[in-house]
């Protein structure tokens, strides 16, 4: 950035400019947009607030979803959403891989398990939505089982929205080359390394399968009254904001209650 005007200069002059510019490698454009991304991440936040009252006063069951590509940042992006909000109605779910009872099980059983009670969020950090991508691609389920899945995934949510429920889809999108720079990151950030599963290992080998069988999810499971949203997350700032701002759009909350 050549020429800083004095807005920049102003907001470089403050808490959040100062952190950015200590931030390595040293570049004053990224600084501002931080600056910006903090501010504008600060009053989505305050209307996050105000929707998880508006939801605790009126006894509202609310799930978003979060699917997308292997470090997408899917868990950032929850992480920014319900790190204001009260923890008490709200969970984090992000479910291992089912034990030997659990397969046994309707396949969405677990999940339904997890569901909000009244006045609460759920948050699912991938979803029912395992079936529909990553268990296929790496022969973690039957093509039986892949085509009952399909065949219910439809029905079982019209149920969960005509039992009142709120269902929001959110699939964080990004490119292969990024999904690679992420992975190198990971790999060389010895605080990180534990994110990276056999799981993510294969996923730029299997990239095409991934794409094959997203396709055939989107063009199944985006329906009229349980669309999709594809947030395009190769720059996980903007991403983050997008996201929130579809959920607040998503959901139609008293926008007046006092929080």
């Given at each position: 950035m050549e020429n800083l005007t004095q807005k920049d200069v102003n907001k470089l002059n403050s808490v959040r400019g100062l952190k950015a510019l200590l931030s390595k490698p040293f570049n004053l454009e990224k600084a501002v947009r931080y600056v910006d991304y903090e501010r504008k991440l600060k009053k989505l936040q305050v209307e996050l607030i105000r929707l998880q009252a508006w939801a605790i006063k009126e006894n509202e069951r609310?799930?978003?979803?979060?699917?997308?590509?292997?470090?997408?940042?899917?868990?950032?992006?929850i992480r920014r959403i319900t790190e204001r909000i009260n923890p008490r109605h709200m969970r984090i779910v992000a479910l291992p891989k089912p034990n030997e009872d659990q397969k046994t099980q309707w396949?969405?059983?677990r999940y339904v398990e997890q569901f909000p009670k009244a006045g609460e969020i759920v948050f699912f950090d991938r979803s029912w939505y395992n079936r529909a991508v990553v268990e296929p691609v790496n022969g973690f389920c039957t093509k039986e089982e892949y085509d009952i899945f399909m065949n219910q995934v439809n029905d079982f949510e019209r149920m969960i929205l005509e039992s009142g429920i709120r269902l929001v889809k959110i699939y964080m999108s990004i490119t292969k080359k990024e999904q690679a720079k992420r992975f190198s990151d990971i790999k060389d950030n010895p605080l990180k390394q534990w994110k990276m599963t056999p799981v993510d290992e294969r996923a730029q080998e299997l990239w095409d399968d991934y794409t094959e069988y997203k396709k055939a999810m989107?063009?199944?499971?985006n329906t009229v009254i349980s669309p999709?949203?594809?947030?395009?997350?190769?720059?996980?700032?903007?991403?983050?904001?997008?996201?929130?701002?579809?959920?607040?759009?998503?959901?139609?909350?008293?926008?007046?209650?006092?929080?």
């Open positions: 609310i799930i978003v979803i979060f699917e997308g590509r292997d470090a997408a940042g899917k868990g950032g992006a396949y969405f059983q989107f063009s199944k499971t999709w949203k594809v947030i395009r997350a190769n720059r996980k700032t903007i991403a983050r904001v997008n996201v929130i701002n579809y959920i607040l759009k998503s959901i139609p909350y008293d926008k007046s209650i006092e929080v």
